[in-house]
C-alpha cells in the first residue's frame, strides 16, 4: 500500500516486486526538477514452511510406498527442534496422510508414534519422495534433521511400517525312510538354522536359530521359527558333520508333511520364497535318514543307536560331506 500525506495519489500500490530487488520511485512537483527515491529490497522473512505426507503399510518390505499399499491412519507426528523441544503436533487421516503448517524456518526432525504391532520398515531406500525417512537417529520412529528455508513446502518426509512374518519350523529324523513327517516321528534338537534374506539384491544371513523343543506342547522337538521382515529369503539348516543324510524333497501331496531341504542354495538350503508383511510360512522341514557314519562307513541305523549293527546294511551312493575338512566323498566304493 502507497500511502500520501499531501498531493493527489494516484497509485495506491505497487506489487510483483522481485524479491531482493530495490524499488526506486519518481516524484513530480510542479515547478521543481523531478525527484528519484529509492525504496531497498524487502528484507522480511517470505513466509512459514510446510511438511507432509504419508504413514503407509510397507506391505512387501521394499522400503517404498507401492501403489497398492495403504495408508496408517491415528498416527502421532511430533516436530521437534534439534533440542527435542516440540514445536508443533498433528495425527495421521484415515488415509495415512497428515500435513503441519505455519513452520518458522529452522532445523528439525520428526517423531511418528509407531503402531501396535508395526516395527518401521528400512529408511532412505530408494526415491525420496516415496521412501522411509525414520532412520531412528534419535530414538524409534525418528527421522534425521532437516532444515526448512522460508516458505518451502517438504512433501517427503513419510513414514513407513510393517510386521514381522512367521517363518518355520521342523527338523525330524525320518525313522521309516518315506520322506514325509509321520506321527510319532521325533523332532532333531540342537541344530543350526540360518535364515537367509535378499537384502536389496544381497544374500545375507539375517538371523539364525537352534532346533529346540516346541513352547507350549508336551513333547515336540525340532521346532524352529522366525519373525522377520516382509522380502524374499531360504532356509539353511546346518548339519553335524559326518552327521545326518537328507531324505528326498517335496514328497507326497501335503507341504505340511513333506521336506523342503532341495539343496538350491547349497547343501541343507530350502527353495526361495516371499512373506508378506504379518504373513506366515510355516509348511517348512527338514528331514533326515536315521544313518550313521563312522570314519567313511555309512550304513543304515535302523535302530538309531549309532552302532552298525548285523542286520543293519551299508548304504552307497550317499554323498558324505565332512564340513570340517570340506572334502566331499563318497561311499559308492566302500
Ligand atoms: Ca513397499
Ligand atoms: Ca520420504
Ligand atoms: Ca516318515
Ligand atoms: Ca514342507
Known sequence: MVTASAGTLTATSVT???????????ITTPGCSTRVVTVPAATCQLGNATIGNFVWHDQNGDGQQGSSEPGIGGVTVMLLDPLGNMIAQTTTASNGAYTISGIPPGTYYLKFSIPSG?????????????????????????????????????NSLDAGFFRCALIGERVWYDTNRNDIQDNPENGINGLRVNLWRNHFGVWTIWDFTFTGHKPNTPSEDGWWQFCAPPGQYYVQIIIPPLGLVQVQPNRGNNPNRDSDLTNAFGQGTTNSFTVSSGGSKLDLAGGYYPMAIAGNLVWNDLNMNGIQDLNEPKVSGVKVEDLTQKITRSSENL
Open 118 to 154: 508395526f516395527q518401521p520398515t528400512f529408511a532412505l531406500i530408494g526415491n525420496p519422495a516415496s521412501d522411509s525417512d525414520l532412520t531412528g537417529t534419535f530414538g524409534a520412529g525418528t527421522t534425521n534433521l532437516f532444515t526448512l528455508a522460508p516458505g518451502q513446502v517438504n
Open 16 to 26: 510483483g516486486i522481485p524479491s531482493g530487488t530495490d524499488l526506486i520511485l519518481t
